[in-house]
């Protein structure tokens, strides 16, 4: 009978302590998200939940005591950065209320420009061609260029859309692929990584409306290491940042992966940063 109590005791006493493991478990991944929750306010569950199932490895998993090491004093790296009210009302912008483009409008805009100038060297044999048209094919033509002109006024609102991709911080420039925004990337070591936003006319906008992460590739002492940081905004909000782990060297390659505002989908880009520390 003593040995049933005792079999029956210590049988107890394992099932509570499975139970403790059970709820310190809990707690510690609890205390996790928490942690995760408030250094990210940007990206929710449900959008880390949709940038891995559009083929994103959005990992969340990061050191504590890593993260601390390499802090770094981002005051000193300011840029500036000239932010409009009349960017944020153009395509692209957080006040924009037109209409979406199409696909492929961007293409077709830079077609264009090079048949606007086609059309000028061809002018002087059109013309000798219009002479020997008949009558009908002259007002045929009266009207095309009634419409043409109607067509050039209604566009010219949109003229200097995607005419401008060079870099503005000396790094490596993107559109992109929702034809809305561009996007600049850049490195420094002292600075880590840092990514700029503009509308659809390469003007800078505010960048609290993106969530973003960069997934890092390369060296620390000879030996291959692989990282995620997410992105957050400056005060200003004219730019995204993260430093990167501490001891990282050039070369190496950046991974980012951008959700845009208009879109559930995460688009991805690549950069490379060659031994010089130059980002292409």
Do not use: W
């Not at 692209?92 to 409008?105: E, H, L, N, S, V």
Request: contains cysteine; glycine residues 6%; proline residues 4%.
């Amino acid at each position: 009978m003593a040995n049933y109590s005792n079999l029956k005791s210590n049988s107890e006493v394992k099932q509570r302590s499975y139970i403790t493991i059970i709820m310190n478990k809990i707690i510690m991944l609890l205390l996790f998200l928490m942690i995760v929750s408030m250094a990210f306010p940007g990206l929710s569950p449900a959008e880390n939940h949709t940038a891995e199932s559009s083929g994103t490895k959005m990992s969340m998993e990061s050191d504590k005591q890593d993260m601390n090491e390499m802090k770094m004093d981002m005051s000193a790296c300011k840029r500036m950065v000239e932010l409009t009210n009349e960017a944020e009302h153009q395509l692209g912008g957080a006040q924009y209320t037109g209409k979406m483009p199409m696909k492929g409008m961007a293409m077709k805009m830079s077609m264009d420009s090079k048949k606007g100038m086609k059309m000028k060297m061809d002018s002087k044999d059109e013309g000798t061609k219009m002479k020997m048209d008949s009558k009908d094919e002259g007002t045929k033509m009266k009207m095309d260029s009634k419409d043409e002109g109607m067509k050039m006024k209604m566009d010219s609102k949109d003229e200097g859309m995607h005419q401008d991709h060079d870099a503005k911080a000396g790094g490596s420039f993107f559109m992109a692929p929702n034809e809305m925004h561009h996007i600049e990337g850049t490195y420094s070591k002292d600075c880590g990584f840092q990514l700029f936003l503009f509308n659809a006319f390469t003007k800078p906008i505010k960048v609290d409306r993106f969530r973003a992460l960069i997934k890092v590739s390369g060296e620390i002492d000879e030996e291959d290491v692989e990282f995620s940081r997410f992105l957050s905004p400056n005060k200003m909000n004219s730019f995204l940042q993260a430093p990167l782990m501490k001891g990282l060297n050039p070369p190496f390659e950046i991974e980012l992966n951008v959700k845009f505002p208009e879109s559930e989908k995460v688009e991805s880009f690549n950069f490379e940063v060659d031994k010089d520390g130059k980002i292409s």
